[in-house]
C-alpha cells in the first residue's frame, strides 16, 4: 500500500467520524431546541391561564400597570396562542418571534413599576433562542407566504359581495 492511500483511508476514517460527531451535535441541538420549544410552551399556558383566569397576582399587577383589565385578557390570549404555536413545528420560529415582544413589553414595564424584571427576561431569552434555532424553517414559511399571498388575496376579493347597481 502506498502512503497516498494511506492517506486517504486515515482521512476518509477521521472525516467519517467527524461527520458522526457532527451529526450527534445536530441531534442534541435539536434535542435542546425541542425541550426549550416544551418549556415556553408549558410556562406561557401557564402564564395565560392565570391572566384569564383573573388570579389576585395577575389583577393587581396590571391594576399597577394602569393599562386597564383588558390589556391583560389580550396579553393572556396572546401568550395562550404563542404557546400553541411554539408546539407546531412549522409555526415555532414565527411564534417564538411573536412572544419576543410581550416579554420586552414585560420587561421594560416590570422595571418602570420596581416588580423583579427576570423572569420575563429569562422568557425573552428563550423564545429569542427558539426563534433563532428554528430560523430556517420561519424563513422557508415567510417565502412561500410570497407564493400564496396572490392566491390568497384573490381569494379574499371573490368573497366579497359585488356592488348593487345604480338604479
Request: hydrophobic fraction near 50%; charged fraction near 10%; include cysteine.
Amino acid at each position: 500500500m502506498s502512503m497516498t492511500s494511506r492517506r486517504n483511508i486515515t482521512t476518509t476514517t477521521l472525516y467519517d467520524a467527524a461527520a458522526g460527531t457532527v451529526r450527534a451535535c445536530r441531534r442534541g441541538t435539536r434535542t435542546l431546541l425541542w425541550a426549550g420549544r416544551v418549556l415556553l410552551a408549558v410556562c406561557f399556558v401557564s402564564a395565560s391561564v392565570q391572566k384569564v383566569a383573573s388570579t389576585g397576582y395577575m389583577v393587581h399587577l396590571f391594576g399597577k400597570i394602569g393599562a386597564g383589565q383588558w390589556l391583560r385578557y389580550l396579553i393572556g390570549v396572546l401568550e395562550f396562542a404563542g404557546a400553541v404555536g411554539v408546539l407546531i413545528p412549522v409555526l415555532s420560529g414565527l411564534a417564538a418571534v411573536g412572544l419576543t415582544a410581550p416579554m420586552v413589553g414585560a420587561t421594560a414595564t416590570n422595571l418602570l413599576i420596581g416588580y423583579n424584571p427576570w423572569v420575563p427576561a429569562g422568557f425573552l431569552i428563550l423564545s429569542a433562542l427558539v426563534a433563532w434555532g428554528r430560523r430556517r424553517e420561519t424563513a422557508r414559511l415567510a417565502a412561500r407566504g410570497h407564493r400564496c399571498a396572490p392566491l390568497t388575496l384573490t381569494y379574499l376579493a371573490a368573497a366579497q359581495p359585488a356592488p348593487a347597481p345604480n338604479n
